[in-house]
């Protein structure tokens, strides 16, 4: 059974950049789509975005202008980069596995809170 | 931009029935997933692909997909199944990307 960690810094500070990993384990890395949601505290899910184990993205319209996935698939760890954090990005975030475009997300971490503030 | 509509609470009694809708223009021509997400856990896949449903899900699970309107059904609900439900579509129209309705909190009174 596949099984994703997200790890990285609990606290960030306004204007800096939020960085967090997913790594996974047990199962197969090709051939699926890594993404990245979160969820302010309290309220609903908003994706983020994705990468194709290739290295191809796609991001959230919202967010495109901030945020930059990566992949190292000889760690088999996809990375996130949220940048010019404000208060707003304080959330839960969890990195998620999909087939592919249009699939649902089977496969999910527990979850990582990361706070902006000072 | 496309838009999911979802109830914010959904309250039912201990062995009837819960439909939870997720509106949204035309949703019946985009494929739905459904995810159930109890306080302080990931998300779980509860349906799929409108009607799917996963080995692990209990068979009082169930979807369907018309016109304007989704809907997660669940048959003599227990109280276990008290938590978050949020539908999901992905957006292909140009860049790939994916939309969550808001979320139904659903009450086991």
């Known amino acids: 059974q596949v099984q994703l960690q997200e790890s990285g810094p609990g606290l960030v500070k306004p204007s800096e950049t939020l960085s967090l990993t997913c790594t996974v384990s047990?199962?197969?890395?090709?051939?699926?789509?890594w993404t990245w949601i979160r969820q302010p505290p309290g309220k609903g899910l908003e994706w983020i975005g994705h990468i194709y184990y290739s290295g191809s993205t796609n991001y959230s319209p919202s967010l495109n202008s901030r945020v930059s996935i990566s992949v190292d698939t000889s760690k088999n760890q996809f990375s996130l980069k949220l940048s010019s954090v404000t208060a707003a990005d304080t959330a839960v975030y969890f990195c998620?596995?999909?087939?592919?475009?249009?699939?649902?997300?089977?496969?999910w971490g527990q979850g990582t809170l990361v706070t902006v503030a000072s | 931009s496309y838009v999911l509509t979802q109830p914010p609470s959904v309250s039912v009694a201990p062995g009837t029935t819960a439909r939870i809708p997720c509106g949204g223009n035309?949703?019946?021509?985009?494929?739905v997933h459904w995810y159930q997400q109890k306080p302080g856990q990931a998300p779980v896949l509860v349906i799929s692909?409108?009607?799917a449903r996963p080995s692990e899900i209990p068979e009082r699970f169930s979807g369907s997909n018309s016109g304007n309107t989704a809907t997660l059904t669940i048959s003599r609900v227990e109280a276990g199944d008290e938590a978050d439900y949020y539908c999901q579509v992905w957006d292909t129209s140009g860049n790939p990307y994916v939309l969550f309705g808001g979320g139904t909190k659903l009450t086991v009174l």
């Open positions: 692909f409108d009607t």
């Open positions: 998620a596995r999909g087939d592919s475009s249009g699939w649902p997300f089977d496969n």
């Open positions: 047990g199962g197969s890395f090709s051939s699926y789509y």
């Open positions: 035309n949703i019946g021509n985009r494929n």
